[in-house]
Each structure stands twice: as C-alpha cells, then as structure tokens.
C-alpha cells in the first residue's frame, strides 16, 4: 500500500491538472457554473492536501475531510458534462512515471483520475486508521461525533433520499430538474405520456387485468404528474415494463402493446435528466452478484419490518423501501439498474441515521438543547439502533466498493455512540 509521502505529489497533480483541464475554456461551451462549483472542490482538497505538508503520515481527520469532498464531487450532477474528457498526462508533469504506475489505461478520463484518487485517500485512511481499531476505541463521545461527520458522506443519487423532520425519519423529495436547453422538450414529452398514461389507465379500469399492474401504472403516472424523484420515476418504469411481461398473456394484445410502447416512452423521458444519466452511468460501473442482492433485499426486508414498527418513522419510509426489495425478488435475474437502487437507497438511509446520531451527540456536548441526552439513549438507542443492524448486515457488500468503505469505518463509531449514550 503506497505511504502518505508517495502518494502526495500524485494527489497534487491529479487535483490541479483536473482544475486547470476544467476551467480551459478550449472545450467550447459547458456550464460555466458548474466549472466554478468543481473547480471550488478542488481547490478545497489541494488546500486540505496543504495543510498536512510533507509529512510522512496523514492526519485521519484530515483524510476524512478529504474523502467527503471527493465523493461529494464525483456525485455532483454537473460532474457528468466533464467525467468523460481525457484526463491530460502531460508531459513535462513531474509525476508522470508514478501516475503511469497508478493510472496504467491509455486514455484515461478525468472520472478515471478523480477515482484514483478517491482509492490513495481511502487506502490512506485505512492504514492511519489500522492502529485505532477503525477508530472507535478511544474516541469520546463528541470525538466520534465529530469524525462520523467527516467520514459519512451526503444523500447520493439514488430513487429514494431520506430527511428527519423533528426526530421524525420522512421521505425526502426533490423536483426534477432538466438542462435548461431540454426545458420545452421536456414538457412536451411529459405532457403527451400523461395523455397516454391517462388513455392506458382507463383502458385497464374496464379490463381484467392483475390489479397489482393497475396500481404500478396509477404510482407509474402520479410521480410523472408530480415532476419529483426522476431516478425512482426510472426503477418505477422498469418495474411496470417488468410487470406488463409477466401479465401479458392476461392482456388484449393492443393493450400490451400500448403499455410497452409507454414504458418505453417513460425510458426516453428520463433520460433526458441529468440525475438518471448519473444514476445509470453508476449502476454501469457496479458488479453485484446474486449474493450480494439477496443480502441486500433482506436486511432491506428487515429493515422495513422494524421501521414500520417505530412511531418516529413516517410509513412512506418502509412503503419505499419494500418497493425496492420487492423490485429484485428474484437475485438471479434483478437488473444492474433496480439492484444499484437498493443499494444507493439503503446507503443513503444508512447515512442519513448516522449523521443524525452523530448531530445529536454533538449538540449534546455543545448544550444547544437540554433535552437531547434523552433523545440520545431514547432515539438513538431504538431508532438509530435499528439502521446500525442494517448497516453490520451488510458490510460485507459495501466493503467490495470504494466509495462505500466509509461504512465500515463508520459503523464502529455509532456503536460506541450507542454504548455510551445516556440511559
């Protein structure tokens, strides 16, 4: 595993050749906010990168800082328009012969790149933090707090994001955002596939049709109508065309048809959004075997059995999570893109409750409310406790993935919270 001392000069170069290669303006036109947002997270990353010096070892706060920008940048929507460009490996960069060491294609990208470096900073993580036993033992309280806020990252793209609304676990929704250029064609396509999906509803209303398809093509046409959470409008698509298959031999052949013809309709649409061309690029790149995704559709099962339990929990939270599961009932044959979902989604709840322990213990520490070492041993003895189970059951398929090994550093913190929350 490289030390700190030769991955430096690597990190340093690969951060300021990608600024300089994204604020060019020689690539024509792009979005120059979006170059200035990235551009931003670089600059934070070289100065964080600055700040430890030429060190032989990296202080781990400082990496985990680090490894939050990193992963915020790579998520970042924006980031689409220049992940593809080459990567420039010039040749006078005095680090060229390491980079060719650590970065052997031969045309890499600036995703590429950018994901070398997210390895260094995680192998480095992994290496300060051997000696502390993930960093659990040994931290305070308002310690771990205040690394699990570092570590765990923000909500990624997925179908489902998650908020807590006066200790109270919600759904979080957004609005569907399109490039501006997109706009009218959008809106155009939107509104002649509610047209359709109205025509194909009223069609299924007088038939004898499965009233399971009835009522994926209703919550199908809902969120289309509501122009919010295009990523799930996308799995919900798959889920329908998935079900029309299966019911097929129970349609009128020019109803099946209709509904095939929606769906695919339904696919087109949302590939005009920036986020599901994100979340689709990412599911690509993902390899989970049946394994994998039945581990992840029982703890999900799990999951939803204890949360619809909680009375902090709102019951569109498990509704959710159960429409994911159920999407890979079978692990054999569950697509790249429903399994990638259940595994983004999950992540993201998982995140969502650690970050939650990790505020409440820091407001606890800070005296910003009296009441909260209760809510601690209250809250976060049940209601976090919950998700922490989750998270331990499935490790073993996070680990197998860079940008998901915070997860195993995290866990060990939230125990430790857990163990030491007021009673």
């Given amino acids: 595993m490289p030390s700190y001392e030769y991955s430096r000069p690597i990190l340093l170069e690969i951060l300021m050749a990608t600024r300089s290669d994204i604020v060019r303006p020689s690539h024509g036109v792009h979005d120059v906010d979006s170059s200035i947002e990235i551009a931003h997270r670089i600059e934070t990353m070289r100065i964080l990168l600055n700040s430890i010096g030429r060190a032989k070892e990296a202080p781990p706060l400082v990496l985990d800082r680090i490894l939050y920008e990193v992963r915020l940048l790579l998520d970042l929507p924006s980031f689409a328009q220049f992940a593809k460009r080459r990567f420039p490996l010039r040749p006078s960069m005095p680090t060229r012969d390491k980079m060719a060491e650590v970065l052997p294609m031969e045309r890499p990208t600036i995703r590429d790149a950018l994901e070398l470096f997210h390895r260094l900073i995680v192998d480095l993580q992994a290496a300060a933090q051997r000696e502390l036993d993930l960093g659990a033992n040994g931290y305070s309280p308002e310690e771990a707090s205040a690394r699990l806020a570092n570590i ?64 994926a093509l209703k919550q199908l046409h809902s969120n289309l109508h509501d122009m919010q959470d295009v990523v799930r409008l ?12 299966g019911f097929e031999p129970e349609l009128p052949t020019a109803l099946a048809a209709l509904i095939k013809g929606h769906t695919t309709a339904i696919g087109l649409y949302v590939a005009q959004f920036p986020e599901w061309q994100q979340f689709a690029d990412n599911a690509a790149r993902v390899e989970l075997n049946p394994d994998d995704i039945r581990q992840l559709r029982n703890t999900a099962y799990d999951l939803v059995a204890e949360l619809e339990e909680d009375d902090r929990v709102d019951i569109e939270v498990p509704a959710s999570i159960k429409f994911l599961a159920d999407a890979v009932k079978d692990p054999a044959h569950a697509s790249k893109r429903t399994s990638f979902a259940l595994l983004r989604s999950l992540e993201n709840l998982i995140a969502k409750i650690f970050r939650y322990a990790a505020d409440l213990v820091s407001e606890t520490a800070g005296e910003i409310k ?27 398929v996070y680990g197998k993935f860079a940008d998901t090994a915070w997860m195993k550093s995290a866990a060990p913190l939230v125990q430790s919270l857990l163990s030491n929350s007021p009673k």
């Fill in 370 to 396: 009296k009441t909260v070492s209760k809510t601690v041993a209250g809250v976060v003895g049940r209601f976090v406790g919950i998700v922490l189970a989750g998270a331990m059951a499935v490790l073993p």
């Fill in 234 to 245: 996308g799995i919900q698509n798959i889920a329908c065309e998935e079900l029309r298959l």
């Fill in 152 to 215: 765990v990252p923000l909500q990624k793209v997925a179908p489902v994001q998650f908020q807590i609304d006066q200790d109270r676990l919600k759904v979080e929704h957004h609005y569907s955002k399109s490039h501006p250029a997109d706009q009218n064609n959008v809106t155009a396509a939107r509104d002649a596939l509610l047209d359709q999906g109205n025509r194909i509803l009223e069609s299924l209303r007088t038939s004898n049709c499965d009233p399971r398809l009835l009522d």
